[in-house]
């Protein structure tokens, strides 16, 4: 169908998958991809293991494997979540398809999110939402209920 047009193809993907927004991975000058390379970038994934070798992603994409690299990879991300872990040379294949499957996140940075110290730091703009009560935001973009309802 895409006749070899990877962009064609990757938009089938995103209709395939009812994706909305192409997502896009933006670097650092200091941190360029090349095709094919995810080595240096940081990988974290919220996805949830259902059973065994059953994992669902954040946006609901399935994947069944009982491949046991797939498998300790995506339990090591989960564990670290909302942490990341920089991807490595040899993980760098296993962490782009997992990534193009919608099951990990890869960033050019290193993640936003990390334990809470004894005095954690907020934004002004952060500390703005939660002091007018109702949602904030996150560095994902997604809202939080700060009325505990």
Known sequence: M???????????????RTR?????????????????SAAGCSAASSAQEKEDGVFVGASGTRMT????????????????????ETVTAEDAGLA???????MIELHGFEGVARLA????????FARYQAGRGGCAGDHAGASHDRTGG
């Open 2 to 16: 895409a006749a070899g047009d990877r962009i064609a193809e990757e938009q089938y993907f995103d209709f395939a």
């Open 20 to 36: 909305r927004f192409r997502q896009t991975l933006l670097c650092h000058a200091g941190n360029t991809l090349r095709e094919g």
């Open 65 to 84: 494997t009982k491949h046991p690299a797939p498998v300790q990879y995506l339990r090591r991300l989960m564990g670290l979540w909302p942490r990341s």
């Open 96 to 102: 782009r398809e997992l990534h193009r499957v919608g």
């Open 117 to 124: 110290g004894e005095r954690p730091r907020a934004s002004r």
